[in-house]
């Protein structure tokens, strides 16, 4: 299936990926991800998803938080940046000049303990897909992080990896690029997407499937 070039707009986000996932969707979903040592819990709630994954947070944790509206929406992004019972990775690299600084900025950004996000896409064999521009994500979502936690709304469950890459495109895509648009003027790119099947740890992946629609 051909990607949308980088440059490539397109208006209006298709509904079809829109609905939220049937209760059979997500038991099937849930364990292909299990089954791909993603380890995986459902909750009905965005406020039971936020205490979920505080629970999971050690007092003190060096936590790292992609850009996500799901985890500005649930309260996750100013909990670990405004609390002061974590360590949080964002508020030190907003201090560094990325031009004069960019070696500290990536080695700061790609191995934290903990790294917080979403993904744009879960197929029901168990597969995670997240849409980049700039790509700095892909790195502690892969391999640097030492745990990484998802929480995802229960409106990303597709059926297979060509309909998660749809909806990456069809989907996700015009709603950031919309809100690009808005907030800077410019467009937004579709330059990676990372896919990742599973892991060869079992304790490393985590999501948290929320019965709600949360994020894009």
């Known amino acids: 299936m051909n ?3 980088s440059s490539a707009t397109q208006s209006t986000p ?3 990926f829109a609905d939220l996932a049937s209760d059979e969707q997500i038991a099937t979903t849930l364990e292909a991800l299990s089954a791909n ?5 459902v909750v009905e709630s965005a406020e039971e998803a936020r205490q979920y994954v505080l629970g999971l947070l050690p007092e003190g944790a060096e936590v790292h938080t992609g850009a996500s509206r799901t985890l500005d929406h649930i309260g996750l992004t100013a909990e670990i940046e405004e609390s002061g019972r974590y360590q949080a990775i964002r508020p030190q690299l907003r201090q560094l000049d990325r031009r004069t600084q960019g070696r500290e900025w990536r080695k700061l950004a790609s191995s934290p303990d903990f790294m917080l996000g979403s993904v744009h896409a879960v197929t029901a064999q168990g597969q995670a897909l997240v849409a980049f521009g700039g790509g700095s994500q892909i790195g502690p979502y892969a391999s640097g992080a030492g745990a990484v936690i998802w929480v995802v709304g229960a409106q990303k469950l597709v059926r297979t990896l060509e309909d998660g890459l749809r909806r990456v495109q069809e989907y996700a895509y015009p709603l950031e690029d919309e809100r690009m648009r808005e907030a800077t003027g ?3 790119h579709l330059n990676q997407i990372l896919v990742i099947n599973g892991s060869l740890q079992p304790n490393r992946l985590k999501m948290v499937i929320v019965k709600e629609h949360l994020g894009i």
């Open 3 to 5: 990607l949308l070039p």
């Open 14 to 16: 298709n509904p079809d």
């Open 37 to 41: 040592n993603i380890q995986t819990v």
């Open 186 to 188: 410019r467009s937004t």
